[in-house]
C-alpha cells in the first residue's frame, strides 16, 4: 500500500486524556517502520471550496473562526485548538488524494491508505460532532464526482468504523449516485443507523444500515460483507470505492463491544478488495476511528499486510442466531436476493 500522512495532523492535539490524540498516528507510522518499508505521500490541504461541495459554506467558516480564536470545546465530546483547522483541512486533504491516486493508478499498484486526521465520519452538514470536524470521506466522494478527469457516475462508501458514520449518511441520504454502508454496533453513539434508514428521494435504498449486536465477532463481520453487502454493491456497480477505515470494533479497543481480532481486518480487507475487483472499482481507504493504539496500528499493519500478500485466516465459526436475524433484516429492507452461508 501507499499511505498519505502528514504532520499536520499531528498538531491537532485536543488534550492528553482525550482518545482521538496524535499518539494514534505516531503509533501507525511506529508499527510499519518497525515491519514495513512503506511509503508516504503528503498531499496538498484541501481548499474550502472542495469541503463546501458537501459542507456547508458559513459551517466551515465557524470552524476556522473558533480555530483562530484558539479553539475550545465545540461539544463535549469534540475539542479543537488553533492547529485544528489547518489539521483537518489536511486530513480531507489526504483523502482527496487517496481517491485521486486510485483512479489515476498513481499510486502503481499500492492501494492508497490515507492516515490522517481529525477523522471525519461525524462531521454532517453544517456541525462537528464525534470527534469529527471535515467529512473526509465524503469530501474525497463529491471530489471524484466533481472532477471530469476521473469520469466517475457512482461512488460507494462502506464505513466498517464500530460506530454509525451519521454524518455520510446525512450528506448523501437524499442522493443516487453515492452508496453508503454503515457495518456498526447496534446502539452505540451515536445512536442513529437503523436498518429502516435506507434514504430518501432520488437516494431511496442507496443507505444501507447493518447494526450488528453487542458481543459480533469475526465470521459475522465477514457473513455481512459476503452476503448483503456484496449483494448490494453488486448491483449498484461502483465506479470508486471507499473504505471508512475505523479499527474501534477490535475486541480491545476502548469503547466499543464488538470483538474483532485484529485478524478480522485482514478478512475485511480481503473482501471489500474482492468487491472492488468484481465491480472493475478504484479502492482506496480513509482512516477514521480506533483508540487502542498497539490494536490500531496492528490493525492498519494487516490490512498493509493483505494488500501484501499475506492470506487472512478464516474464521472456522458460524454467525450467531441473532446476528443471521439482523442480517436477515437488512436483506429484506434492501429486498435482496441473497441467502447468507452457515
Not at 80 to 88: C, L, M
Request: aromatic fraction near 8%; proline fraction near 5%.
Amino acid at each position: 500500500m501507499q499511505f498519505g500522512y502528514s504532520e499536520t495532523c499531528l498538531a491537532h492535539d485536543p488534550g492528553s486524556r482525550h482518545p482521538e490524540s496524535p499518539d494514534r498516528l505516531r503509533a501507525i507510522r511506529e508499527r510499519l517502520k518497525r515491519k514495513h518499508g512503506v511509503t508516504y505521500v503528503e498531499a496538498d490541504p484541501c481548499e474550502l471550496e472542495t469541503m463546501a461541495a458537501v459542507h456547508d459554506r458559513d459551517y466551515l467558516e465557524s470552524v476556522r473562526e473558533f480555530c483562530d480564536a484558539g479553539g475550545g470545546s465545540w461539544d463535549p465530546d469534540t475539542a479543537a485548538v488553533e492547529a485544528t483547522w489547518d489539521a483537518a483541512r489536511q486530513s480531507a486533504g489526504l483523502a482527496c488524494w487517496a481517491a485521486e491516486a486510485a483512479l489515476e493508478g498513481s499510486a502503481g499498484r499500492e492501494t492508497p491508505f490515507s492516515i490522517g486526521r481529525p477523522p471525519g465520519h461525524h462531521a454532517v452538514v453544517d456541525d462537528a460532532m464525534g470527534f469529527c470536524f471535515v467529512n473526509n470521506v465524503a469530501v474525497a466522494a463529491q471530489h471524484a464526482l466533481d472532477h471530469d478527469a476521473y469520469d466517475v457516475d457512482r461512488v460507494a462508501i462502506v464505513d466498517w468504523d464500530v460506530h454509525h458514520g451519521n454524518g455520510t449518511q446525512d450528506i448523501f441520504y437524499d442522493r443516487g449516485d453515492v452508496f453508503f454502508v454503515s457495518l456498526h454496533e447496534k446502539g452505540l453513539y451515536p445512536g442513529t443507523g437503523a436498518v429502516d434508514e435506507t434514504g430518501e428521494g432520488e437516494g431511496e435504498g442507496t443507505t444501507m444500515n447493518v447494526p450488528m449486536p453487542a458481543g459480533t465477532d469475526d465470521a459475522e463481520y465477514v457473513t455481512a460483507i459476503e452476503g448483503p453487502i456484496s449483494a448490494a454493491l453488486s448491483e449498484f456497480d461502483p465506479d470508486l470505492l471507499l473504505i471508512s477505515a475505523g479499527f474501534d470494533a477490535h475486541r480491545h479497543d476502548p469503547i466499543s463491544r464488538i470483538r474483532l481480532s485484529t485478524e478480522a481486518y485482514g478478512l475485511l480487507t480481503d473482501r471489500v478488495r474482492s468487491l472492488a475487483d468484481d465491480a472493475d472499482a478504484a479502492l482506496a481507504f480513509v482512516l477514521e476511528g480506533g483508540y487502542g493504539l498497539d490494536v490500531l496500528a496492528e490493525s492498519v499493519a494487516l490490512v498493509h499486510e493483505t494488500f501484501d500478500g499475506r492470506e487472512p485466516i478464516e474464521p472456522d465459526d458460524e454467525p450467531d442466531e441473532s446476528v443471521a436475524t439482523a442480517l436477515e433484516d437488512v436483506i429484506d429492507a434492501h429486498d435482496l436476493d441473497v441467502e447468507l452461508d452457515g
